[in-house]
């Protein structure tokens, strides 16, 4: 385990191109599993291959706890990537894909024996270890790409966005499989995803991303209840934030925090019913209520609003 630190990195990758990365600066602490999040192009996926050493930073210092390895190659790294390929050799059995890693290492038999027997009671693989990866389901072979990488014992996992070719069901259910996993191992991981539920359900700490910068570093909780600006209320939550604009700037409020109330302000507009709760969707400004239970608003109703402004969140122009 180690910490990983970035100093002012950045990278462009032609030159008069905007920076894909602009000067990011982060400390990820020693047993930490944080979250890049951000849209695709934001820079998220570009920062976690110049952690592993598949694209060289224009510019700035990484390290892997007290070592610089700006330009080391990714063998010399000590860190272990998770993709969302797969990428396990069709013709090897799991506990072939499993030791496959430490044999070209060299690692003596009976390591590789102990080391490959661990990562498969931890990850339940033990009686698919005969098996090829053909006759696995999408979710078995994601739990072999992550085998993979646990018994190279490294300082640093990386994910990068491990989870996207599952179905909705399965991603759920690896999401506590590596939240476990990282329980028990109580490993650096560094967390690429585009899915803000994954990065609010996982990460101890999330960065969110966007145009090659950071916009806000804090803990799940702090994100969703105090973003640092309309980009990141915008983009953190299921529905987003409501943002409103006002004189001098724009005010946020979740759609958890407003009260359909008697008036004539808003008109409804369509309703997600989705059993425990209802999202109201109200016009103008696209303005989303969410309800418990089943709504008894009905569309085209006229309405009103209100909340308590203890739980808005105001930013002035050009915040």
């Known amino acids: 385990m180690a910490q990983v630190r970035f100093e002012h990195i950045g990278k462009v990758y032609s030159a008069g191109d905007k920076p894909a990365v602009d000067d990011f600066n982060l400390t990820v602490a020693d047993g930490e599993f944080l979250v890049l999040v951000g849209p695709s192009g934001c820079g998220k996926s570009t920062s976690l291959r110049m952690v592993a050493g598949l694209e060289t930073p224009t510019s700035g210092r990484i390290f892997i706890g007290e070592k610089d390895v700006t330009n080391l190659p990714p063998k ?9 390929n797969y990428a396990l050799y069709p013709h090897m059995t799991v506990k072939e894909n499993l ?8 690692f003596p038999k009976k390591e590789i024996e102990d080391r490959v027997a661990r990562a498969a009671e931890t990850l339940g693989l033990n009686d698919y270890l005969k098996r090829l990866p053909k006759a696995l389901s999408g979710g078995q072979r994601q739990r072999v790409a992550l085998g993979r990488a646990i018994v190279r014992e490294p300082a640093v ?3 990068d966005e491990p989870l996207s070719n599952l179905d909705a069901k399965m991603r759920v259910e690896m999401r ?23 990065a609010m359900t996982m990460g101890e700490r999330i960065v969110v991303m966007d145009a090659g910068r950071i916009q806000q570093i804090a803990e799940p909780m702090e994100i969703y209840n105090r973003p640092a600006n309309p980009f990141v209320a915008g983009f953190i939550g299921t ?3 409501n943002l409103i604009d006002r004189p001098e700037g ?8 407003i009260r359909i109330v008697p ?20 016009d103008p ?7 418990n239970g089943f709504s008894r608003h009905f569309p085209g109703e006229q309405v009103g609003i209100e909340f308590n402004p203890a739980h808005a969140v105001f930013w002035r122009s050009g915040e």
């Open 76 to 84: 010399d790294r000590d860190i272990a990537m998770v993709f969302q």
């Open 99 to 106: 030791s496959f890693a430490l044999k070209l290492r060299g």
């Open 157 to 159: 996992f990386l994910f």
């Open 176 to 198: 506590s499989e590596i939240i476990r996993l990282h329980h028990r191992l109580k490993a650096t991981m560094i967390y690429v995803t585009h899915d803000q539920t994954e």
């Open 239 to 241: 529905p987003p934030m």
């Open 250 to 257: 724009r005010l946020g409020i979740r759609p958890e925090h």
């Open 263 to 282: 008036g004539a302000t808003h008109r409804v507009d369509f309703l997600e019913p989705l059993g425990p709760e209802t999202l109201v969707h109200l």
């Open 285 to 291: 400004g696209g303005v989303i209520v969410r309800e």
